[in-house]
T-cell receptor
């Protein structure tokens, strides 16, 4: 099984619909992140969480919300999807110790809003 | 927002060539500089990383060169192979990473 699992892998939804993307991890990491990938723009941070009670906005949080249900689960919601939210979404995790800054990414969710 | 600028956006080389991807950062407090490799349909995976106390790090055919005074670092892929065709991201930071815009590399047979 993958260390970081994202569901669904692909989703097509209509403008105005609410949609949730889910992420679960078996790494035992405290820190979890949601990124959005667009061509030429790299990976942009939407939200991050350092533990279950900690939620922080990233660079592009408008139109998104998150929920950290447990150490291993971090969900991203689009309350009312719009076409410019069409993108590839990645969940990532990292450890808290200074010797382990590397991120582990999931395989991504390709979201299309029509 | 701290930026990490990556160039070029795309790169085509012949098999055996040495593609070089460059990144520049702004924040002198950054102390961790990883490179990630992403294949189609997959998430980015950590390839190699360097800390600012060294100027170069090699792992197999992949080398990071780091210039602290210029606030720049680069990835070199020696003897590139078609299997190296992927998108490469640089990143900089500490416990929080800022990513470059990505470079799509194609290695022709």
């Amino acid at each position: 099984d993958a260390d970081v699992t994202q569901t669904p892998r692909n989703r097509i939804t209509k403008t105005g619909k609410r949609i949730m993307l889910e992420c679960s991890q078996t790494k035992g990491h405290d820190r979890m992140y949601w990124y959005r990938q667009d061509p030429g723009l790299g990976l942009r941070l939407i939200y991050y969480s350092f533990d279950v009670k900690d939620i922080n906005k990233g660079e592009i949080s408008d139109g998104y919300s998150v929920s950290r249900q447990a150490q291993a689960k971090f969900s991203l919601s689009l309350e009312s999807a719009i076409p410019n939210q069409t993108a590839l979404y990645f969940c990532a995790t990292s450890g808290a110790d200074t010797a382990n800054y590397g991120y582990t990414f999931g395989s991504g969710t390709r979201l299309t809003v029509v | 927002q701290q930026q990490v600028k990556q160039s070029p956006q795309s790169l085509i080389v012949q098999k055996g060539g040495i593609p070089i991807i460059n990144c520049a950062y702004e924040n002198t407090a950054f102390d961790y500089f990883p490179w990630y490799q992403q294949f189609p349909g997959k998430g980015p995976a950590l390839l190699i990383a360097i800390r600012p106390d060294v100027s170069e790090k090699k792992e197999g055919r992949f080398t990071i060169s780091f210039n602290k005074s210029a606030k720049q670092f680069s990835l070199h892929i020696m003897d590139s192979q078609p299997g190296d065709s992927a998108t490469y991201f640089c990143a900089a930071g500490g416990w929080m990473l800022t990513f470059g815009g990505g470079t799509r590399l194609m290695v022709k047979p």
